[in-house]
């Protein structure tokens, strides 16, 4: 079992940058692929950022690339996402979520567990 916390969301302004949290508890994600969803109110779940388990290789969905930074640190368990320029279509809940051993990182329906969620909100 893995059991995920972000924290680090927040009400901030358009250009404005804010970093969420990902603190993982009851296993090492060193095996584990770590991304970030998110979902905005009547919107389905979205890929936002992964970082691979073997190599830390970082993806990126289009939306997001250029301004956000997905980071891990397995030592501390704990995956960072660092996010500049934001824009108000980035409003939405993020989600934290860890998929082992995982190589499609883009998929939702792959990852295994699922953190409860971080608001960020974003005014013009």
């Known amino acids: 079992q893995v059991r995920l916390v972000e924290s680090g969301g927040g009400w901030v302004q358009a250009g404005d940058s804010l970093n969420v949290s990902c603190e993982a508890s009851g296993r090492s994600i060193s095996t584990y692929t770590m991304s970030w969803f998110r979902q905005a109110p009547g919107k389905e779940r979205d890929f936002v950022a992964g970082i691979r388990w073997n190599g830390g290789l970082a993806h990126y969905a289009d939306p997001v690339k250029g301004r956000f930074t997905i980071s891990r640190d397995d030592a501390k368990n704990t995956v960072l996402l660092q996010m500049n320029s934001l824009k108000p279509e980035d409003t939405a809940t993020y989600y934290c979520?860890?998929?082992?051993?995982?190589?499609?990182?883009?998929?939702?329906?792959?990852?295994?567990?699922w953190g409860q969620g971080t608001q960020v909100t974003v005014t013009p």
């Open positions: 979520a860890a998929y082992a051993y995982g190589n499609h990182v883009p998929y939702a329906g792959n990852y295994g567990y």
